[in-house]
C-alpha cells in the first residue's frame, strides 16, 4: 500500500513552484485559479518574493498548499494511492487528496488560518524550539521541569527522536539549556509564534466558526489526522479535529507507526522539499520514502 503526505510551514521558498508553472499547462491552470480565488496573486509572492513577505503565515499556508496540490494533480493518474496524511498545515492538501474538501475551501481555510495564528502570536508572543537526539520520556520530563517558569508544551512528535517544544519563550529557551545539558541539541526556531500551543487559543474560536460553513465529506482513501495519529473517516469528526489542531500537537511518529500498522509501505511526498521524507525514515527503515517536489522530479517520474 502507498500512502501521499503533504509537507508544512517551513518547507517555503522563493521561487517556489515557478518551474512547475513554466513547464507544465496544468500547473499553470491550477496556479492561476488559485489566484483568481484568492483575488490577489499568490503565485507573484512564490515566485518572487520578497522573502519577508513568503514568509508570513498568512501567505506561506496557501503557497505551501498550491505547491504540493499542483504536484499532487500532476502524478495523481499515474500513480495510485491508499492513504494520506500531512503534517500540521500538510493536512489541509491531505484533505483535498482524499476528496474531504474543495480546493476553493481548502485556499481560503489555509489563508485564514495564517492570519488568525499571525494575530495569534502578536497577542501572545512566544516560540518554539526543535529538540533532537533524546528519547521521548526524556523531553516529556524537560518540559514538566521547564513548566515551572510558564507555558510550554511538546508541539511535534516528528519522529523517536526529534521533537518540537512550543510555550512561551523563558521556557522554552530553559528546555533547550536542559536538552544540551541531558547530551541532546536543542535549536530555537525563527517563527511567529508558539503554533501548536495553549498560546494559539485566540485562533480556534473563529477558525471554528468558518469551519461550520465549508462542507466535509467522507474520505475517499484512508486518512490519518495529526491529533490523534489515527485513521478519521468521520466528516464532523474530522472538522473537530482540524479546529483543535491548532493548539494540539502534531503525532507525526504515531501517525506513520499506524499506517505501517495497516500496511503502508511505501510513502511518497508531495510538495516543497523532503522533511516527511526524511522522518519517515527515522521513523521506520523497513518502509520505502521518496518525494516529488520540483519540475525536474515530476519529469522524471511521469518518464519513469
Not at 510538495?271 to 521518496?290: C, E, F, M
Request: glycine share 8%; charged share 25%; hydrophobic share 40%.
Amino acid at each position: 500500500m502507498r500512502a501521499f503526505l503533504f509537507p508544512g510551514q517551513g518547507s517555503q521558498k522563493v521561487g517556489m513552484a515557478k518551474d512547475l508553472y513554466n513547464e507544465f499547462p496544468l500547473a499553470r491552470e491550477i496556479m492561476d485559479e488559485a489566484n483568481n480565488l484568492l483575488g490577489f496573486s499568490l503565485t507573484d509572492i512564490m515566485f518572487n518574493g520578497p522573502e519577508e513577505v513568503l514568509k508570513e503565515s498568512k501567505n506561506t499556508q496557501p503557497a505551501i498548499l498550491l505547491h504540493s496540490y499542483v504536484v499532487y494533480n500532476l502524478i495523481k493518474d499515474k500513480l495510485g494511492f491508499d492513504a494520506t496524511a500531512g503534517h500540521s498545515l500538510g493536512e489541509y492538501t491531505a484533505l483535498l487528496a482524499a476528496g474531504v474538501i474543495s480546493f476553493a475551501d481548502a485556499l481560503h481555510l489555509v489563508r485564514f488560518r495564517g492570519e488568525l495564528m499571525s494575530g495569534a502570536g502578536q497577542k501572545r508572543e512566544g516560540t518554539m524550539a526543535a529538540i533532537i537526539g533524546l528519547e521521548k520520556g526524556d523531553v516529556e520530563s524537560i518540559v514538566e521541569e521547564c513548566g515551572e517558569e510558564g507555558i510550554i508544551v511538546i508541539a511535534n512528535y516528528n519522529e523517536p527522536h526529534q521533537f518540537v517544544v512550543s510555550g512561551e519563550k523563558t521556557p522554552v529557551m530553559k528546555a533547550v539549556k536542559r536538552a544540551k545539558e541531558k547530551g541532546g541539541r536543542g535549536i530555537p526556531l525563527r517563527v511567529s509564534g508558539a503554533f501548536h500551543s495553549p498560546l494559539m487559543e485566540t485562533a480556534t474560536e473563529p477558525f471554528s466558526k468558518v469551519l461550520t460553513r465549508v462542507e466535509f465529506k467522507e474520505p475517499d482513501k484512508s486518512f490519518y489526522a495529526n491529533v490523534t495519529g489515527n485513521k478519521e473517516n468521520e466528516p464532523e469528526k474530522i472538522r473537530e479535529l482540524l479546529s483543535k489542531q491548532i493548539t494540539s500537537p502534531v503525532r507525526w511518529t504515531d501517525t506513520i507507526k499506524n499506517m505501517i500498522e495497516d500496511g503502508v509501505h511505501e510513502y511518497v511526498e508531495l510538495g516543497p522539499g523532503n522533511v516527511l521524507t526524511k522522518l519517515v525514515q527515522k521513523i521506520s527503515s523497513d518502509v520505502q520514502a521518496y518525494n516529488i517536489s520540483n519540475a525536474e522530479d515530476v519529469r522524471r517520474f511521469l518518464d519513469a
